[in-house]
């Protein structure tokens, strides 16, 4: 692996299903960020972890769930899945959770929710 | 409230050069970042600015002044290739990137 892989690439879920987003990263990477991105908005940050075993939640938390057991992993788990939370979902890593160090994204997962 | 302001879309030429405008206004302020997403991809960094003035890296700068809330980049010489979105962040006093909506450019030959 080189960078940060995700899976699944895309997903159509029925309402009220639980799905979770797999990230797992190969730099060692101290910080990792699970995003949502809709059309004609920014970016907005649902958890994050600055490092194994601590996660802490967004500005859109609601409805996701996120765990942080070791260094590479950051799954992103939707409980009971609603059609508003049909997105793009990206995950991203930076070395540290503090300072001016760039994020490095993942190729996506797109999700439609029915 | 925090907020990222950039146009949405923006048309230039190829060759020419483009300024993408950014004002920002955050909760305390760790510095400002520029993405590129090209469609249907993931963001890429382009810069960082946390101190005033302009940053070089090959075709692209990006400036920054803190007292007026504001950065832009600048895209010289431009390519079919450049035609993506370009994403303009601003941390916070807590180390998260506010992000702006993008700004589409587009560029003709």
């Known amino acids: 692996i080189a960078g940060i892989t995700q899976a699944p690439t895309s997903q159509i879920l029925a309402a009220g299903r639980r799905m979770t987003l797999r990230c797992t990263q190969d730099m060692r990477h101290n910080a990792m960020y699970w995003y949502r991105q809709d059309l004609g908005l920014g970016l907005r940050l649902i958890h994050y972890s600055n490092t194994a075993g601590t996660t802490g939640k967004g500005e859109v938390p609601d409805g996701y769930s996120v765990s942080r057991a070791n260094t590479d992993d950051f799954p992103l788990t939707l409980a009971s899945a609603v059609p508003s939370q049909t997105s793009v979902y990206f995950c991203?890593?930076?070395?540290?959770?503090?300072?001016?160090?760039?994020?490095?994204f993942g190729p996506g997962t797109r999700l439609t929710v029915l | 409230g925090q907020n990222i302001d950039q146009p949405t879309e923006m048309t230039a030429t190829e060759g020419a050069i483009v300024q993408i405008n950014c004002t920002y206004q955050t909760s305390g302020f760790n510095g400002l970042f520029w993405y590129q997403q090209h469609a249907g991809e993931a963001p890429t960094f382009l810069s960082y600015n946390v101190l005033d003035g302009l940053e070089e890296k090959g075709r692209f700068s990006s400036f920054l002044s803190r007292s007026k809330g504001y950065s832009y980049l600048l895209l010289k010489e431009l390519q079919m290739k450049d035609s993506a979105s370009y994403l303009c962040?601003?941390?916070?006093?807590?180390?998260?990137?506010?992000w702006g909506a993008g700004t589409k450019l587009i560029i003709k030959p």
């Open positions: 962040a601003g941390m916070d006093s807590n180390y998260q990137l506010i």
């Open positions: 991203a890593s930076s070395g540290s959770g503090t300072g001016g160090n760039e994020q490095f």
